[in-house]
């Protein structure tokens, strides 16, 4: 129920006001971290930039050590993650289940919910893919979890780190005062949700002509359209912010939607459940406990405390400028070796000015060969150093040990007398690193299946395929959030195909104990 409908114009004033200023403050505080997310990407995106010095086009490479750490990780986490047998979510059975009645009930929410991510929210497995990549670059990602009231199915977005603008002082997202989240709209966009009573019924002045979209600089130099047209966006910001709408003292969660340019609000909703709110003996509210619609996906904690977290772009980009320098300076040096270049004296008797030969051309002089020595001065050029090219190789040595990308991960082999046992413990080893990076997107996957496990209790619409496709009855009541006798959880365990079948590989040992169920150990064994 959008309440700004009913509020005097004069407050929603206030409270839009309140709201951009709020927002204002908290892009202050992160603007440090922003414009370091612009070099990263740069440097993983191979943006190509003119270079003027030593001199004009100078050369101006970019080593890959960047995108190829970021490419690894997702190569590895994308087929964990996003299993090719569907199974992206499991369940969980919580307390005693004698009877095996929860296990069944797992198994039947786990096909839901899988059927949901995979077939009904059409872009989730596309955006997962895009997380992936982005994420060890930047170093923190978010996805925006609810029901659509126009679609009437549950949507989970990719949000950008720059298109979340929280307090980078914020201790959690949980715990954060404000979040705003950058949404630009087009006017055809506002005009639908107005018509969908979502958005307040009011008329907006039209979008800038260059559109300021806050901290969402284009890397790659595109300039804004100079003429506005029916595409061009509104900015709208929307903040899950606390007011204190009743004046009893206490502020109370709340969802604001408002125009950047205007400052109208188009939207004020509650962001808390019945079943969330808490009271003292004598009746009164003690606590709200606010819906969370954001899940972070974090890769490296932030070493500063900050609540942005941080990638490979933060711990390789200076050894990838390094190494930028060093390969272009290489580079530079050996085309002066290549291209001589020198002084031509006046006192030899040749038309002065620029002179270019082509290969195997001879050019007739009249000058003596010795007359030529004595006039013509080659510039001392040293070839490219061999001690720049030794530290060269240390630091793409030191920055691959420091994303794990050896060559054992890229799919070559080792020496030919390297035991494999050797081979199978470096690798390990090696893994020791992303795994405890896929164990912080695990968490965040979890997070983020609650969500959606706490939207699928309350709205009947998520079932009406649902049922056909399954062909078994399904419905919120399955969802009970009260018993919690099943949770939807990721399994981090098995983060590679070798581990799954060495896994599988003890399960048969155990089979003829005839201690568990012979036909599921199959079943698992084959799938592995």
Not at 60 to 77: D, E, G, I
Request: aromatic fraction near 8%; charged fraction near 25%; hydrophobic fraction near 35%.
């Amino acid at each position: 129920m959008n309440i700004a409908d009913d509020m005097d114009e004069q407050e929603l004033r206030k409270i839009g006001d309140d709201a951009i200023e709020g927002y204002k403050k908290d892009c202050d505080s992160k603007s440090a971290w922003d414009g370091q997310v612009d070099t990263w990407v740069k440097l993983a995106a191979q943006v190509k930039e003119t270079k003027n010095y030593p001199w004009q086009n100078a050369s101006n490479v970019k080593f890959p050590l960047l995108a190829t750490a970021a490419m690894q990780f997702a190569a590895r986490a994308y087929p964990s993650l996003v299993p090719a047998d569907g199974k992206v979510v499991q369940f969980k059975v919580v307390g005693a289940d004698p009877q095996g009645q929860k296990a069944i009930l797992a198994d039947k929410l786990a096909k839901h919910m899988n059927y949901q991510l995979l077939d009904d929210m059409e872009d989730w497995e596309e955006e997962m893919d895009r997380l992936l990549i982005q994420l060890p670059i930047v170093g923190c990602l978010f996805k925006k979890t609810y029901f659509d009231p126009i679609k009437k199915k549950n949507v989970s977005q990719l949000v950008g780190p720059k298109d979340l603008v929280v307090n980078y002082w914020a201790s959690s997202l949980e715990s954060a005062h404000r979040k705003t989240e950058i949404i630009p709209m087009t006017k055809n966009q506002v005009v639908s949700l107005q018509k969908a009573k979502i958005y307040r019924d009011i008329e907006l002045p039209d979008p800038q002509a260059t559109p300021k979209l806050p901290n969402k600089a284009d890397v790659h130099g595109n300039m804004s359209p100079g003429q506005a047209d029916s595409a061009t966006p509104y900015v709208i910001l929307e903040q899950h912010t606390f007011l204190d709408l009743d004046d009893d003292g206490y502020q109370e969660p709340y969802i604001i939607t408002v125009e950047e340019q205007s400052r109208d609000v188009l939207r004020i909703v509650a962001r808390f459940d019945s079943d969330g709110v808490y009271k003292n003996e004598e009746d009164e509210i003690i606590c709200i406990e606010p819906v969370e619609y954001y899940t972070k996906y974090g890769f490296i904690p932030n070493p500063d405390g900050g609540f942005y977290d941080i990638g490979f772009g933060h711990l390789l980009g200076p050894l990838n400028e390094s190494t930028n320098t060093l390969v272009n300076i290489l580079i530079d040096s050996g085309h002066l070796s290549t291209l001589q270049a020198g002084f031509i004296g006046k006192g030899l008797r040749l038309k002065m000015g620029e002179e270019r030969f082509k290969p195997g051309e001879w050019k007739s002089i009249n000058a003596t060969g010795d007359d030529i020595k004595k006039q013509i001065f080659p510039l001392p050029v040293t070839p490219p150093s061999e001690v720049l090219f030794k530290l060269l190789g240390m630091l793409i040595e030191s920055g691959k040990e420091l994303a794990s990308v050896a060559e054992i991960f890229t799919g070559k082999m080792p020496g030919q007398n390297t035991p494999a046992t050797t081979t199978q413990a470096t690798i390990e080893q090696g893994m020791k690193v992303f795994t405890a990076i896929y164990k912080r997107t695990y968490r965040a996957l979890a997070k983020e299946f609650r969500k959606l496990f706490r939207l699928n209790s309350l709205y009947e619409e998520n079932f009406q395929k649902a049922q056909l496709v399954l062909d078994e009855p399904i419905g919120p009541q399955d969802y009970d959030r009260k018993s919690y006798d099943v949770c939807p959880t990721a399994d981090p365990t098995a983060v590679s195909s070798t581990q799954k079948q060495q896994k599988a590989a003890m399960l048969a040992q155990v089979i003829s104990l005839g201690t568990i169920n012979i036909m599921e150990a199959t079943k698992r064994i084959l799938e592995a």
